[in-house]
């Protein structure tokens, strides 16, 4: 298996710096020309419990009580020996997805486009009477489900991306993708050393003020959960199991964060966090198949996950504790 096949569609600028590939299926949720219509039970979400992007979906639709009207399918961590970039229904019997009949997801991808030619991505969002991906944004996809999907949200669902602060959370989440969820990616898959360390500097510049910005409130926005919560979660749960080794952000460990560290156990502790991790899927992928290094694919064995159920002591900081 050859390390570059696995980035096929993605490339490194002249100065070695990683540029993620545009997303490619973008059509908009809502009733409009053009737009995906609304629908229950019309869609299912494949994702994979080692991707961030996918994640953040899945929590997102535990949290709205979306699971009855969103079906998901679930890929292999570990990727397909094949000659480009794919994902596999191999956990499902018969190595094919029950629901959709495909044993990959480049069967969807290339039954929507036959001349696509990036990497097949999770998330990806499958009309199933067709059977073609309609919208891959990782992006905005949960602003989607936070808002024009509203009337399927369960009585109690929480308000994750409220009107008035729409336009905070938005700045806020284009912050945390540049400098951590894909600040990351920037320095493991650096080709150049200039680049690299540019990268790693912009991650820790970045968690610093963010594990000051927590020292006062228990989430990013005060009291409440928000999708920014959530688009940050899914990077610190990866970064002492997969980020700290794989891709060289090696200052400091999340457990060195005092503020960051609390904040993450806080949120996983929550079901529809931590119900939707997958330790053993996360460091599978990104050691077997983001390492060039680890040329025998070891996995390793940790960091304990029973630290995450460490109590955190977050809720004195909350204005109107629970």
């Known amino acids: 298996m050859a390390y570059k096949t696995w980035f096929a569609g993605e490339t490194n600028n002249a100065s070695g710096a990683f540029v993620r590939q545009g997303n490619h299926f973008t059509a908009p949720f809502g009733a409009g020309e053009g737009e995906l219509p609304i629908e229950a039970g019309r869609y299912r979400l494949i994702w994979s419990a080692a991707c961030p992007w996918a994640t953040r979906q899945m929590i997102v639709r535990s949290l709205l009580g979306l699971e009855k009207v969103l079906s998901v399918g679930l890929v292999d961590p570990i990727r397909p ?14 190595a094919v997805d029950p629901v959709l009949k495909v044993k990959y997801l480049s069967d969807l991808y290339l039954a929507s486009d036959p001349n696509y ?44 991306f409220p009107e008035k602060l729409r336009q905070d959370i938005q700045e806020l989440n284009s912050i945390i993708f540049h400098d951590v969820n894909n600040g990351v990616y920037k320095a493991g898959f650096a080709r150049g050393q200039a680049a690299y360390e540019a990268a790693y500097h912009r ?20 009291d409440s959960i928000t999708d920014s919560d959530i688009r940050l979660w899914v990077s610190l749960a990866r970064f002492d199991a997969a980020y700290y080794n794989a891709f060289r952000v090696n200052r400091n460990r999340l457990t060195d964060f005092p503020h960051l560290w609390a904040y993450a156990r806080d949120l996983y502790q929550i079901p529809a966090f931590g119900e939707n ?4 899927h996360i460091k599978a992928h990104y050691h077997v198949c983001c390492d060039p290094g680890n040329v025998f694919g070891i996995v390793p064995k940790g960091p304990d996950a029973a630290a995450w159920k460490i109590a955190h002591g977050r809720e004195k900081l909350a204005i109107h504790p629970a």
């Open 81 to 94: 020996a094949k000659e480009y970039s794919d994902w596999a229904f191999s956990l499902d019997p018969g």
């Open 117 to 160: 030619q990036g990497r097949f991505t999770v998330p990806a969002i499958v009309d199933i009477p067709s059977g073609t991906v309609v919208n891959n944004d990782y992006f905005n996809l949960s602003y989607y489900w936070e808002t024009v999907w509203q009337d399927f949200h369960k009585p109690d669902a929480p308000d994750l």
């Open 203 to 222: 991650v820790f510049k970045r968690l610093d003020w963010l594990d000051g910005r927590l020292s006062t409130q228990r989430y990013l926005f005060g």
């Open 277 to 280: 991790t997958h330790f053993d």
